[in-house]
């Protein structure tokens, strides 16, 4: 399985960005997805997940109401729409295909990993 993470860029505080994820492999589909981040000098955090369906989703308390997770399992695709966008969100963005078809949340739950994808908002 391998997972392509594209997207990120320059955007000022405010706007907006679309993270696309596009996961080789037959399994994608029961597979739940998630998206996690890491700012210089930080741990990785969980960000967003959503499971196998689509059905459930989890979003970490500072992004809830301007992030959405969604994903195209024909398309074999996950996105991060990216909204009001703060310069705490700085960070290389990750995406990662869990084991379980349920969302999960942690690092260790997930088994397989992008390659990651710089966001950057300026103030």
């Known amino acids: 399985v391998q997972l392509q993470a594209s997207g990120g860029g320059l955007v000022q505080a405010g706007g907006s960005l679309r993270l696309s994820c596009t996961v080789s492999g037959r399994t994608f589909s029961s597979r739940a997805m998630g998206w996690f981040r890491q700012a210089p000098g930080k741990e990785r955090e969980s960000v967003a997940a959503?499971?196998?369906?689509?059905?459930?989703?989890y979003y970490e308390d500072s992004v809830k109401g301007r992030f959405t997770i969604s994903r195209d399992n024909a398309k074999n695709t996950v996105y991060l729409q990216m909204s009001s966008l703060k310069p705490e969100d700085t960070a290389v963005y990750y995406c990662a295909a869990a084991s379980a078809i349920v969302v999960v949340t942690k690092l260790g739950e997930y088994r397989y990993w992008g390659q990651g994808t710089l966001v950057t908002v300026s103030s």
């Open positions: 959503i499971s196998g369906s689509g059905g459930s989703t």
